[in-house]
């Protein structure tokens, strides 16, 4: 191409060639580099702790009830309680050690 003349049309063909090239090889790249950030230990061989700081998401879709576990409040017990003056009392004493023999 001469200095203030307009390009040939092959030479404008290959420069529309040269850039569909580079095109298709950074879009190859973006490609590559999209599913590299996209990889994390559960979907990959990749550690745990290259995860970054990110939490995963939650493994249950259920939603919160806002109840709390265990016995809620206002329902009654049923806890065996202790009494004043018991039925029977059982006296329970360590027995002889198991090496020495001795109390």
């Known amino acids: 191409m001469t200095e203030g003349s307009a ?3 092959d ?3 290959a420069l529309v060639v040269s850039l569909q090239a580079d095109l298709a090889r950074a879009l190859a790249r973006i490609a590559e580099l ?3 950030v996209a990889k994390s230990s559960r979907n990959s061989a990749k ?3 290259s995860d970054g700081l ?3 998401p939650p493994k249950s879709l259920r939603k919160k009830t806002g109840r709390r576990p ?3 409040l206002g329902h ?3 806890t065996l309680r202790m009494v004043d003056d018991p039925d029977v009392r059982l006296r329970h004493e360590p027995g002889p050690c198991g090496g020495c023999g001795a109390s």
Do not use: I
């Open 70 to 72: 265990g016995g809620q």
């Open 34 to 36: 999209e599913a590299q």
């Open 11 to 13: 030479e404008l063909a």
């Open 47 to 49: 550690p745990p702790s």
């Open 54 to 56: 990110a939490k995963p």
């Open 7 to 9: 390009p040939s049309y």
């Open 76 to 78: 009654p017990g049923s």
